[in-house]
């Protein structure tokens, strides 16, 4: 089902895309930044809503802490807002201070989607597309990036692609606030998270890698599941740095999912593939821009933030001839 969601100040309409079905998981995705709005999946009889959304368009458009956006062409940090590709310095939007963040000012998060199909039979399915030009926010090349949207009664399936005619790093992830409590007023903190990596990236000033892929400590090891919220953050460097978690982990090899989120009494799990990377955020400083709007966590599978500059990370360059396709799924388990 498609609906408008809202004309922006321009005059382009936006559109909201309903897919699933009343007895298992249902998605909203807006044309505006391909954002998830909306992920609900019933519990007990009762429909819960998991991520943190808006109610009107011009919140979205207001909004700079990505709430449910698709971001790229390169989501997460780039330090200084520059690297080197084929012996060329490229210098792109520095939008969080001299770094930058998540595709720069607007990036795929604020730009409208095409619709290229919406289809019920045999998936529940949506495919959007845009167009980003040579130059935009400072990139190289012009790219044309897909999401394709496929929900079934018990899990959402995305794959995220785009092809280039120049050289460019891309790395396009998620970006929705997680909440699987029922309550967006309860603390997002009273999660429980396992992800099974044995590695994450120490970060310096401005949350960019040392470039360091570090053993876990004590305290960055959800190997196990716990609850999520991280110790005062006087007990680490790290955690003073970010201000609680706000950090990449390299996931093990053999790793069976990127991560596992359940509700604080255990009734939902949400179960995460992707990767190679995981970024965690605890949402600490999500009430100061939002104060009404909730408590969440940010997991986004992704390549390793500044990758551009940092050889030792995968590569994050795509090339003309080459596809570039990353693929996240959620899937649910609900204690009946």
Request: charged letters at 20%; proline letters at 7%.
């Amino acid at each position: 089902m498609m609906r408008s969601f809202g004309l922006l100040d321009d005059g382009r309409s936006v559109e909201a895309i309903t897919l699933g079905d009343a007895s298992g998981l249902q998605l909203e995705v807006l044309t505006y930044g391909a954002i998830l709005r909306r992920l609900s999946y019933p519990v007990g009889g009762v429909r819960r809503d998991l991520i943190l959304h808006f109610e009107r368009l011009e919140q979205y458009v207001r909004d700079r802490a990505y709430v449910g956006s698709l971001v790229g062409r390169f989501g997460n940090r780039i330090a200084g807002g520059r690297f080197e590709l084929d012996g060329r310095t490229h210098q792109v939007t520095t939008n969080e201070g001299e770094n930058h963040l998540h595709g720069g000012a607007l990036g795929f998060g604020k730009r409208v989607w095409r619709v290229l199909d919406v289809s019920e039979r045999p998936d529940r399915r949506a495919l959007l597309g845009l167009h980003s030009p040579d130059g935009e926010e400072g990139y190289p090349g012009n790219v044309e990036a897909t999401v394709e949207l496929t929900v079934k009664p018990r899990a959402l399936a995305i794959t995220l692609s785009a092809r280039t005619d120049a050289a460019t790093p891309i790395n396009l992830t998620y970006h929705p606030y997680f909440n699987l409590a029922g309550d967006f007023s309860a603390p997002a903190t009273d999660q429980w998270l396992r992800i099974p990596a044995g590695r994450y990236l120490p970060v310096a000033a401005g949350l960019i890698p040392t470039g360091e892929i570090a053993s876990v400590d004590a305290t960055f090891d959800f190997r196990s599941r716990r609850r999520l919220k991280p110790p005062a953050t006087a007990t680490h460097s790290q955690l003073g740095i970010a201000g609680g978690y706000d950090h990449c982990w390299v996931l093990d090899a053999d790793a069976d999912c990127a991560c596992e989120l359940t509700s604080p009494n255990r009734d939902l799990t949400l179960t995460m593939t992707g990767g190679p990377g995981l970024q965690f955020y605890n949402g600490q400083f999500l009430g100061r821009s939002h104060p009404a709007l909730g408590n969440g966590v940010i997991l986004e599978p992704q390549g390793l933030p500044n990758a551009p500059n940092e050889p030792a990370f995968p590569a994050a360059i795509l090339r003309p001839g080459e596809t570039y396709r990353a693929s996240i799924e959620y899937r649910i388990d609900a204690r009946s």
